[in-house]
């Protein structure tokens, strides 16, 4: 194969991308560690991180950074993440022995999206998916943990109506943005968004073991990827 001069100018910009994606990661490590630190709020720590670092899909988005960048900070997250629950990598996200994946199903959503919609051109519905997860998710957690009086049970697990509508209203919100901006104004897109948002809290509220966040994400951007492709097509 002909190695041509654009080949070798293209390396220090795909360097750049990384560099400018991981620096946001450590950024966001670094005020987790501070938290972390100086505050004895474990569950913070954790939504900084799940929250913060799922930005990146955003990054990623923008800059255009390939796919197997993504798909490689994926695979090396997910080792790191399983590795994390038996020794002390990442004390103030996963507890030694703590009784759920959800880190990993997080790392592992990552990778899975990136391959599958930047393949199909259409990375708008892999950041959909994966900011659901980060902001719907993480937000309804927090919420949930501090306001939530009114519980309900599915399948033995506690959520709170107020969790969950807080799921629903931010998955909404993250839906119409992304939609709306990349496929234009209409009735049938503000449908796809209510739609994807109410599965994508039903999912939510069926988790068990951090399954959600892989089931949300998937679940999520594989549902508007086919809605829109049935009715805007």
């Known amino acids: 194969m002909l190695i041509t001069f654009s080949d070798f100018t293209s390396i220090p910009v795909l360097w750049l991308q990384i560099a400018l994606a991981a ?38 988005w923008w800059l255009d950074i390939p796919a197997s960048v993504g798909i490689t900070a994926s695979i090396l997250a997910s080792a790191i993440t399983l590795l994390s629950y038996r020794l002390p990598i990442l004390p103030g996200i ?43 998710d993480g937000l309804a957690a927090l919420i949930g943990q501090r306001f939530g009086t009114h519980k309900y049970k599915v399948f033995g697990t506690e959520k709170s109506w107020e ?47 951090g399954i959600d966040n892989l089931t949300v994400p998937l679940g999520s951007a594989a549902l508007a990827f086919f809605l829109s492709q049935l009715v805007l097509n």
């Open 23 to 60: 620096t946001w990661v450590l950024l966001i490590l670094l005020i987790a560690w501070v938290v972390n630190r100086f505050a004895d709020e474990p569950e913070i720590v954790r939504k900084i991180v799940h929250i913060g670092t799922g930005n990146v899909i955003l990054i990623a």
């Open 163 to 209: 969790g969950s509508l807080t799921m629903m209203l931010v998955s909404y919100l993250v839906s119409s943005l992304i939609l709306v901006g990349t496929q234009g104004n209409s009735w049938q897109t503000w449908a796809i968004s209510l739609i994807v948002a109410v599965i994508a809290t039903a999912l939510e509220a069926v988790s068990f073991l």
């Open 94 to 136: 996963n507890s030694v022995g703590r009784q759920s994946l959800g880190t990993f199903f997080y790392s592992v959503s990552f990778g899975i999206l990136v391959a599958w919609f930047w393949y199909l051109q259409q990375p708008q519905y892999a950041a959909l998916g994966i900011l659901i997860m980060t902001w719907g």
